[in-house]
Nanobody, 124 residues
C-alpha cells in the first residue's frame, strides 16, 4: 500500500483541520490504519487508529475527544478530523497502514507502510 497524506497547514489555537491520506492498491480495506505525529526534537508518537472496516477507532489520551479518525474504503482514504487544536499539536503528521486488519496497536513497528507526512502548525 502506498500512502499520500495531505491537508496540513497553519491554524490558530482552537481551530480545526482535516487531514486526508489517499492509498493506492487493492488491499487498503484489509488494513487497519493509523495516524502518528512527530514534533520537532521529539519521537514519533501514535495519534489515532481505525480497524479495517471503520467500526472501531482508538486514540491517544492527548487527542481523545478532540480528534476523530475515519475511513472511506470506497475511496481508499483515511481521514483525521482535528478540532480544538493546541500549539502542542504542532507536528508532522504521518498516516500508516498496519500489517494487520483488526489491530489496536499503538506501536509504530506494527505499521508497515507510511505516507510522506504533512505539517500541521498551530499558532497560539
Amino acid at each position: 500500500v502506498q500512502l499520500q497524506a495531505s491537508g496540513g497547514g497553519l491554524v490558530q489555537a482552537g481551530g480545526s483541520l482535516r487531514l486526508s491520506c489517499a492509498a493506492s492498491g487493492r488491499t487498503f480495506s484489509s488494513h487497519s490504519m493509523g495516524w502518528f505525529r512527530q514534533a520537532p526534537g521529539k519521537d514519533r508518537e501514535f495519534v489515532a487508529g481505525i480497524n479495517f472496516s471503520g467500526s472501531t477507532a482508538y486514540y491517544a489520551n492527548a487527542v481523545e475527544g478532540r480528534f476523530t479518525i475515519s475511513r472511506d474504503n470506497a475511496k481508499n482514504t483515511v481521514y483525521l478530523q482535528m478540532s480544538s487544536l493546541k500549539p502542542e499539536d504542532t507536528a508532522v503528521y504521518y498516516c500508516a497502514a498496519s500489517y494487520y486488519s483488526n489491530t489496536y496497536s499503538f506501536d509504530a513497528s506494527d505499521f508497515g507502510s507510511w505516507g510522506q507526512g504533512t505539517l500541521v502548525t498551530v499558532s497560539s
